[in-house]
């Protein structure tokens, strides 16, 4: 079966699920886009290549110091998470919108936020948990102890669906606008900033023997805002771009 | 009663409002002028030299007033964008989009003059500081707003994707105010509160007061001279502008 008749199939199912229960609509959408990615596992992989060079990149720049590292190594896996999640959010609107597919699901009787939701959970599995995933090994790299890495991997769990959700309304945003890949960042990268903040603070507050729990506290509360207006924020600029 | 409504709401038309603003100008710079004379004076030649800092921390009288207008400018654009966005009234995009500009030059004199104050009061142009970088994310905030209104070819969409990117940014301003709470680093606390008594001396506060006004005198007039530019500009095919004094020169 290929890709296109897939993606009719799923847009049949929200089509048909919109008149059942509205959370089918959600995961059929979802198993559309893993789908999809999995179709095309070279994408997924050169964001995760991308993460692990560039965060191996810092100490053959730096020097090989371990106490240097260990201080730098939060902060630079961040920013590493933080870019590797901005490389496939253009691509989240991007081919749907291409091909009419993103029209339809405008149109289908499904609520738009939930098709949207869909979309931004399938980015967050393929360019986020894999980031989450993988952080705590390249933290070895620099020599973060066993308690730092817990608590920046369930720093990350927290953060990275936050990006996912602020990187959507860019994306929709900058959909069909020219120069939309160097505007997206633009836009989106300011608003990364407080995730940023927390979650490469709850490794440094770990470190100092002050405890995480505040920054992660944070962290989550960003989430439940993110959570909650970003599904709206999203749709709406979804059908400014669709005008 | 139902008359002035009338009136209020025939402002918000570009073809009625365009010679009003032509009038409001000067009023706003005579003003600006008035407020800045008297503001920089009590400033500089009332304000006594503070105890601690000398004669360096005069130069809040230009940097706290920019770092309000920056805020209050953000908070007032993202509302007329958003008055925009749901009542479709062209105008207040406009309003919006003219007072962009002046708020990210608000937050850049906010960013340079803090520096200029921190360096010999901190002993350095820029620390990693709470407020300071929320500035700084303000002015990105600013500059985002501007460039996707750029990027849009068909001006009534571009009013509306910058609409959601500006209420979007409005959740930042909230953090700027309340960080000096959340992260206690460097940067004072705010030295103007309203539960207890100021803690700087009356002149200090009115002439920071007066250059307030000012800066916001100033930025209305500003934010007019563009809106009256962005009006000409959108409304070029209409008759009213072709019939202009100015349009026939």
């Given at each position: 079966m290929s890709i296109a008749t897939q993606g009719e199939g799923a847009i049949g199912a929200v089509r048909r699920s919109g008149e059942g229960f509205s959370m089918t609509a959600l995961t059929s959408v979802l198993r559309r886009d893993l789908l999809l990615a999995m179709r095309r596992k070279a994408e997924v992989l050169t964001a995760l290549f991308f993460f692990l060079i560039v965060s191996s990149l810092f100490p053959l720049g730096i020097g090989p110091e371990p106490a240097l590292l260990r201080k730098i190594g939060p902060g630079v896996l961040w920013v590493g998470a933080l870019l590797a999640t901005m490389l496939g959010l253009q691509r989240m609107f991007y081919s749907d919108h291409l091909d009419g597919t993103l029209e339809q699901m405008v149109l289908s009787s499904a609520p738009l936020p939930l098709l949207v939701m869909g979309k931004i959970i399938a980015h967050w599995l393929v360019s986020g948990l894999p980031v989450v995933i993988l952080a705590p090994i390249l933290g070895l790299q620099f020599d973060l102890d066993p308690g730092a890495l817990w608590i920046l991997a369930l720093g990350l769990l927290i953060g990275t669906p936050v990006l996912s959700l602020i990187g959507a309304v860019g994306a929709a945003l900058t959909l069909?606008?020219?120069?939309?890949g160097a505007l997206l960042s633009l836009l989106v990268l300011p608003l990364y900033i407080p995730t940023l903040i927390f979650g490469a603070g709850a490794v440094q507050a770990h470190l100092s023997g002050q405890g995480a729990g505040g920054h992660l506290s944070l962290l989550g509360a960003l989430l439940a805002l993110a959570l909650f207006f970003v599904p709206w924020a999203t749709t709406a600029a979804l059908r400014i771009s669709l005008e | 009663m139902s008359h002035r409504l009338i009136n209020w709401f025939k402002l918000s038309s570009p073809y009625s409002f365009f010679p009003v603003a032509g009038r409001l100008i000067p009023w706003f710079w005579a003003l600006t002028v008035l407020f800045g004379i008297a503001g920089l004076y009590v400033g500089f030649f009332i304000a006594p030299t503070d105890a601690t800092q000398g004669d360096s921390y005069r130069i809040i009288f230009l940097h706290v007033p920019a770092s309000w207008m920056s805020m209050f400018i953000y908070i007032v654009m993202a509302f007329w964008a958003g008055m925009g966005m749901a009542f479709n009234t062209r105008l207040s995009s406009m309003w919006a989009l003219s007072l962009a500009p002046t708020g990210a030059l608000m937050a850049f004199l906010s960013l340079w003059t803090g520096a200029l104050w921190g360096k010999?009061?901190?002993?350095?142009?820029?620390?990693?500081?709470a407020r300071l970088t929320s500035e700084l994310i303000l002015l990105f905030l600013y500059l985002g707003f501007m460039a996707l209104h750029a990027a849009i070819d068909e001006p009534r969409r571009a009013d509306r994707a910058a609409a959601v990117l500006a209420l979007v940014g409005v959740v930042n301003v909230p953090i700027i105010y309340f960080s000096v709470k959340w992260w206690n680093t460097l940067h004072q606390g705010?030295?103007?509160?309203?539960?207890?008594?100021?803690?700087?001396a009356q002149t200090m506060l009115w002439g920071m007061l007066l250059m307030a006004l000012c800066f916001w005198m100033y930025s209305i007039v500003a934010a007019l001279i563009r809106l009256r530019a962005i009006i000409l500009e959108r409304e070029a095919h209409t008759d009213w502008v072709l019939r202009l004094p100015e349009a026939a020169a």
């Open positions: 069909g606008v020219r120069g939309g | 010999p009061t901190w002993g350095a142009w820029w620390v990693w500081d705010s030295t103007i509160s309203m539960t207890k008594a100021p803690s700087m």
